[in-house]
């Protein structure tokens, strides 16, 4: 087939969304698929197979999208129209600028459009201060709908939680398919070696630092365990309240490294680990939570309404409750003092990790592409 893949955000593979772009991309070459991927990334100019436009202004906006590491790209209509006519399928990532105009003029085409769920609507809102406003999210929900998801043929959700949402958002049903992102299969693999023994009890917990990955919630928690001397936290990721989180650490005396791990390293660094704390209050699926399931950890997981990740949870020993640091401290206690019931429960998780390795959700991710492309005109 040819593919044309239209990245309104792309840049680094620091976060759920651009790896699972990346990962997509990868598979589909290698499967020997002719794949066109249109970004606005400009270290991609000259490279086979990528078409870059331009980054879209945003005024003063600018320093918001900087701070996270996001640039946004401006649709241009001749590079579009060119690379939507020798495709087969046309597939969308994110619902702004540059995807919206791709669906457009797609359908306009006769092209089929395929188009995966990433952009939770708190995702956006939590940095213009109205992550809680329900009507803006709702809003913001409707406004993905107007610009990109009327015009797909197939809708693809990494999460049945978002697909129900999305659907009483919108009050409308479109064809879709649920498939998980997937966890590389280097998660999977066991250690070389057995890793050394900590000095510390060690938690490890992995996210962007953003005001909904919610960390804080950890280090409150773990400051107030009796034995927090013993205890170290590993966050492994980058982002805009990394200087907040650090200063909160070393108030509250609690030993806690921050750091962004390139991919090569997380697996090693998470089978080093003692026990993984998911923190999130929002998100469609989190992947990071699944490297730790995979590289055999037990995680602790935020019970938040508004995340996927609560699903992966064994039982309620691996809930706690949304921004309660004291019902937090409970749970790792538990782990901490019982060290035999980690074990038991890496057994339980041990039988649920299979069904999230990425080859088996990228032959399905393949298989929706072409379906959507046996729908051409």
Same mark, same amino acid.
């Given at each position: 087939m040819k593919i044309?893949?239209?990245?309104?955000? =792309?840049?680094?593979?620091?976060?759920g969304t651009s790896l699972a772009a990346y990962n997509l991309i990868g598979f589909l070459r290698e499967r020997g698929h002719d794949v066109t991927v249109v970004c606005a990334d400009p270290d991609k100019k000259g490279k086979d197979g990528y078409v870059v436009v331009p980054? /879209?202004?945003?005024?003063p906006l600018n320093l918001i999208l900087k701070a996270n590491n996001v640039t946004l790209a401006k649709p241009d209509k001749?590079? =579009? %129209?060119r690379v939507i !006519?020798?495709?087969?399928?046309?597939?969308?990532?994110?619902? +702004?600028? $540059?995807g919206a105009k791709a669906s457009k003029l797609a359908k306009e085409a006769g092209v089929p459009v395929t188009a995966s769920f990433h952009a939770q609507a708190e995702n956006f809102t939590a940095h213009i201060a109205c992550m809680d406003n329900r009507l803006i999210n709702h809003l913001t929900y409707l406004g993905y709908y107007k610009a990109l998801y009327r015009r797909v043929d197939i809708v693809h959700y990494p999460t049945q939680f978002i697909r129900e949402l999305f659907e009483k958002e919108v009050k409308t049903e479109?064809?879709?398919?649920v498939i998980s992102n997937g966890v590389n299969d280097m998660f999977f693999e066991p250690p070389k070696e057995t890793p050394p023994a900590n000095e510390k009890f060690t938690i490890f917990c992995t996210g962007r630092f953003s005001? #909904? /990955?919610? !960390?804080?919630? =950890?280090?409150?928690?773990?400051? =107030? @365990?009796?034995? /927090?001397?013993?205890?170290?936290? @590993?966050?492994?990721? @980058?982002?805009?309240? %990394?200087k907040k989180l650090k200063r909160l650490a070393k108030r509250k005396k609690v030993?806690?490294?921050?750091? +962004?791990?390139?991919? #090569?390293? $997380?697996?090693?660094?998470l089978q080093k680990a003692d026990l993984y704390v998911h923190t999130a209050v929002i998100e469609i699926e989190a992947i990071s939570c699944l490297e730790a399931i995979a590289c055999g950890l037990v995680p602790v997981i935020c019970n938040s309404p508004r995340s996927a990740t609560k699903a992966f949870a064994a039982d309620e020993r691996c809930l706690f409750k949304m921004g309660d640091a004291h019902d937090l401290a409970e749970k790792i206690a538990y782990f901490y003092r019982n060290p035999a019931q980690i074990a038991a429960y890496k057994e339980t998780y041990r039988t649920k990790r299979d069904q999230f390795r990425q080859t088996e959700c990228m032959l399905r991710m393949e298989q929706m592409l072409a379906d959507a492309a046996a729908l051409r005109e």
């Open positions: 044309a893949i239209v990245c309104d955000v =792309l840049g680094k593979p620091n976060n980054v /879209k202004n945003f005024g001749a590079i =579009l %129209e !006519q020798g495709a087969d399928v046309v597939h969308i990532l994110m619902p +702004f600028f $540059l479109i064809p879709c398919r005001k #909904e /990955k919610a !960390q804080q919630t =950890l280090i409150k928690a773990v400051a =107030l @365990c009796d034995f /927090k001397d013993n205890v170290k936290i @590993c966050f492994a990721g @980058c982002g805009p309240q %990394e030993d806690a490294d921050f750091r +962004f791990y390139a991919r #090569e390293e $997380l697996p090693a660094a």
